[in-house]
C-alpha cells in the first residue's frame, strides 16, 4: 500500500516503493483470484505453501483508492495553509472597507457641517458683480519714484501783541479848590487902614461863576449880613467855614449838599463894594472866626497867590 509522507511546505509526497511479498508456491493450480487482467500468474516468485490463505491481490483500485487519498490530503493541507493564508487577507481587507466607509462618513459629515472658521459658502447674490463707485478714481502716478514734495510751510502768524490801555488815572476829586481859577487877586488878608480885612479879594469879570471851595453843606444863600452884599456860607465839618461875599446872584439854597468845584452863585459887588469882586473868608473853629485863607488854602493844595 502506497505510503503518505507530510512535508514542512504543505505539500505531500508519495512513495511508490510497494513492499515486496515473498514468492508462493505453486502447489495448488491457478484460478481466478490467482492471475491479473493479462491472465499472468499473481503467485509467480512466490514461496507461500498451497496450505496458506490465498493473498488478496493488489489491483488498480487499490491505487485509485491511494490516489484519492492523496488528492484528499492535498485538499486538506490546501484548506490548512489557505486558512492560514487568508485569515490576516480578510483581516486586512475587512479594515480597509472599515477605513473606506469612515472616510466616507467624514466627507458627508463635512458636507452637512461646515468646520468652524473654515470659509462658508458666499451666496451667488453677494457674488455679484460691484457696480463702479462714482468717486472720481486717482489719476495714474509716474512709474519712478515719487519726488518729495516740500512740505508748504504756512508763515508764522505773530500774535498780537496785548496793548496794554493806556488809562490816565482818574484824579481823585480834589478836597479843596480855588473859588474863582484863573482870576487874579486884587487884594490879601490883613490891616487896611486901621481894619482888618479879614479875607481874600478875586478881582474878575461880573457875573463871573463862584466855585464852592470843598465840599459841605449851604447854610447861608442871600443878603444876611450887613456890608456882604449877597453872600453864600458852605459848612465843610471840623469847625471849618467859607465865606463868599459880594455876589450878584446865588445858584443854591440853604440846605443843598454841594461838592468841591461846584458853582453856587455869580460874581458882583453888592454889598461895601467898589467893584465887581469876589471876597473870599476861610472860619476855623466857628462862625467870624477869620483866619488867613492864603496858608489854609495852600496847606490843602490851592495856591490863591498871596
Request: overall charge negative.
Amino acid at each position: 500500500m502506497p505510503l503518505v509522507t507530510a512535508v514542512t511546505d504543505h505539500h505531500f509526497r508519495v512513495s511508490s516503493r510497494i513492499p515486496e511479498v515473498p514468492p508462493v508456491q505453486d502447489s495448488q493450480p491457478l484460478d481466478d483470484h490467482d492471475r491479473d487482467e493479462d491472465g499472468e500468474d499473481l503467485r509467480v516468485g512466490s514461496d507461500v505453501a498451497r496450505h496458506r490463505a490465498p493473498r488478496r491481490r493488489v489491483g488498480r483500485g487499490v491505487y485509485v483508492a491511494t490516489g484519492l487519498a492523496v488528492l484528499i490530503g492535498f485538499g486538506a493541507a490546501a484548506l490548512t495553509v489557505g486558512g492560514e493564508d487568508e485569515q490576516p487577507t480578510r483581516t486586512t481587507l475587512a479594515a480597509d472597507a472599515d477605513a473606506r466607509a469612515r472616510a466616507a462618513e467624514r466627507a458627508n459629515r463635512s458636507e452637512r457641517d461646515p468646520i468652524a472658521g473654515s470659509p462658508t459658502a458666499v451666496p451667488t447674490s453677494l457674488l455679484a458683480t460691484p457696480t463702479p463707485s462714482t468717486s472720481p478714481t486717482p489719476s495714474a502716478t509716474p512709474s519712478g519714484s515719487p519726488t518729495p514734495t516740500a512740505p508748504k510751510t504756512t508763515p508764522a502768524t505773530k500774535k498780537p501783541t496785548p496793548t496794554k490801555a493806556t488809562v490816565k488815572p482818574t484824579k481823585a476829586a480834589a478836597a479843596w479848590v480855588n473859588p474863582m481859577p484863573g482870576v487874579p487877586v486884587s487884594s490879601c488878608y490883613g490891616m487896611r487902614g486901621g481894619v482888618l480885612h479879614a479875607g481874600i479879594d478875586l478881582a474878575g469879570d461880573e457875573n463871573t461863576p463862584i466855585h464852592a471851595a470843598a465840599a459841605g453843606t449851604v447854610i447861608t444863600a442871600g443878603a444876611a449880613y450887613d456890608g456882604y452884599g449877597i453872600s453864600v456860607v458852605i459848612d465843610h465839618g471840623n469847625g471849618i467855614l467859607t465865606h463868599y461875599a459880594h455876589q450878584n446872584r446865588t445858584a443854591v439854597q440853604v440846605g443843598d449838599k454841594v461838592t468841591a468845584g461846584q458853582v453856587i452863585g455869580y460874581e458882583g459887588a453888592t454889598g461895601d463894594a467898589t467893584g465887581p469882586h469876589l471876597h473870599f473868608e476861610v472860619h476855623q473853629g466857628g462862625l467870624w472866626n477869620q483866619i488867613d485863607p492864603a496858608p489854609f488854602m495852600r496847606a490843602h493844595g490851592v495856591d490863591l497867590g498871596c
